[in-house]
């Protein structure tokens, strides 16, 4: 039983967002995920020990075009992970992973900063739908 963080930078598709293409106009987007992980490690055959794992959490974003900043959150229903820990020299490992995540959002929260006011309206997400994450990674730890 464990804990999970993760953060990604999102790229702005600079060919949809003709702003973005300005000097002046800053674009970013983000996503963040914390929650809860169960972790089963197989019989180890040593020096590789396979694991699987579910999780669940809660999720933010946010997408930012020059004077706007959309937020969205939710829950992150399923996270599921296999991987395999391979231990290295001094109690290193390098654990190589694979995972799929399903998530909802709840949530919206649009600013927009005109002159010196910011106008903000803060939404539930009518529609329900489903996203999903793809994820291969390497989690490293120490083990003394």
Aim: with cysteine; net charge negative; proline share 4%.
């Amino acid at each position: 039983l464990g804990g999970y963080f993760q953060y990604g930078f999102g790229f702005v598709n600079e060919d949809r967002q003709d702003l973005c293409r300005s000097a002046d106009v800053d674009c970013s987007a983000s996503d963040t995920r914390l929650g809860l992980m169960f972790r089963y490690h197989f019989a180890p055959a040593w020096p590789l020990a396979p694991w699987a794992a579910y999780g669940f959490g809660y999720e933010w974003g946010g997408f930012s075009v020059g004077d706007t900043d959309s937020d969205w959150s939710g829950f992150e229903l399923m996270n599921l992970q296999v991987g395999a820990d391979y231990a290295l020299p001094h109690g290193l490992v390098i654990a190589p992973f694979l995972s799929f995540s399903l998530g909802q959002f709840r949530s919206v929260t649009t600013a927009t900063r005109l002159g010196g006011a910011t106008f903000t309206v803060d939404e539930d997400v009518e529609s329900h739908s489903f996203h999903e994450w793809i994820l291969i990674g390497v989690r490293f730890a120490f083990r003394p």
